[in-house]
């Protein structure tokens, strides 16, 4: 499992050149990565990368090639780099790299709850604590960085607290938080790329994470496929087709629960993303799906079954509530997932 470790030693400097150069973007405890945007997409082979050790960082390329090794400190504007195959550390230019990303761990329960993550317009992300809010800036603190920051809001898309807080969850955390299901199913058919979303190349490679739902749920999930023509499958239990779930019926995404169907929206090969707020009130069977405006889209009634509340069967009750999502296309990223309670 990818752990979280400081990396105090980095002098200033170097982590001042490095946010000017990345348009002040970093990654803290769960993720982290300075990146322009890459070249070429990740190569396949990326699927069975082994999870970073804990102090270790991934350096990327432009041209796609990976390293794994330790930052050190280095002159100002520059990343020192210490790695197996090499005899002594060498130095590099940030502009020689798509990213890198560092090696992160969980925090224990209590500190969870005051972490932020914020997400740039360029689409990379900052996880840490949210330190204060001004008309221009925000201040942010987090383990990778030596001391805090300061963030123009003018950079900023939004601000989202992550983990577990008062029946919320937010982030896709690491693809070890993550089960797959199905024969010759594996989580290392996914990968987590530098901008810390889990991807995969493999047709039918699925992923599912046990949530504990609130009684009245909104799951809001952002997917990417890049070839277009989405094929995929999304619930909310280990089974998805014992619940409500969204499911592609030729060039219709169709929000079905059992022998119930109501269509969602068509899709072709200019469709590369589904974002879609899914809405579930589990004591009336009530469910509701809406575009990120909050624009309905679809509903259905339908009953579904209570997980079974004997511990022993919480690894293979299919009724276990979480999220679930199967792609069927060449390749599919998932960018975010949020859980909250339906008000």
Avoid at 122 to 151: K, M, N, V, Y
Avoid at 221 to 247: C, D, T, Y
Avoid at 288 to 312: F, H, Q, S, Y
């Amino acid at each position: 499992m990818i752990r979280r470790f400081s990396i105090r030693f980095l002098l200033r400097p170097i982590l001042a050149g490095l946010v000017a150069w990345s348009g002040v973007s970093a990654s803290g405890p769960a993720q982290a990565q300075f990146q322009r945007r890459p070249a070429t997409p990740p190569p396949a082979a990326a699927a069975v990368r082994p999870a970073l050790e804990p102090g270790q960082a991934l350096l990327r390329w432009r041209n796609g090639d990976e390293l794994t090794g330790r930052l050190l400190e280095g002159p100002e504007g520059l990343l020192r780099f210490s790695a197996a195959p090499f005899a002594a550390p060498f130095e590099l230019r940030p502009g020689q790299l798509a990213g890198f990303r560092l090696a992160t761990t969980p925090s224990p329960a209590a500190d969870r709850v005051s972490d932020f993550e914020v997400t740039f317009k360029s689409g990379d992300r900052l996880r840490g604590r949210l330190l204060s809010i001004s008309e221009t800036h925000l201040g942010f603190a987090c383990d990778h960085l030596a001391a805090p920051i300061g963030i123009p809001r003018e950079a900023v898309v939004r601000v989202a607290r992550v983990g577990k807080d008062g029946g919320a969850f937010s982030g896709l955390g690491e693809i070890e938080d993550w089960t797959s299901y199905g024969r010759d199913r594996k989580p290392t058919d996914w990968y987590t790329d530098l901008r810390g979303e889990l991807a995969t190349h493999q047709w039918s490679g699925n992923l599912y994470r046990e949530i504990a739902l609130p009684e009245r749920v909104e799951v809001q999930f952002h997917a990417r496929f890049p070839a277009g023509n989405p094929n995929v499958q999304v619930g909310l239990l280990r089974e998805p087709s014992n619940g409500p779930m969204l499911e592609t019926w030729d060039h219709h995404l169709v929000l079905t629960h059992r022998t119930r169907f109501a269509p969602v929206m068509r899709m072709d090969a200019e469709t590369r993303e589904i974002h879609l707020r899914l809405f579930w009130d589990q004591r009336s069977g009530r469910i509701e799906v809406c575009d990120p405006a909050g624009t309905p889209l679809a509903r259905l009634e339908g009953e579904t079954a209570p997980e079974n509340p004997d511990p022993k069967r919480r690894l293979s009750d299919p009724l276990r509530r979480g999220f679930s999502i199967l792609s069927r296309t060449p390749e599919m990223k998932l960018l975010a997932l949020e859980v909250r309670p339906w008000d």
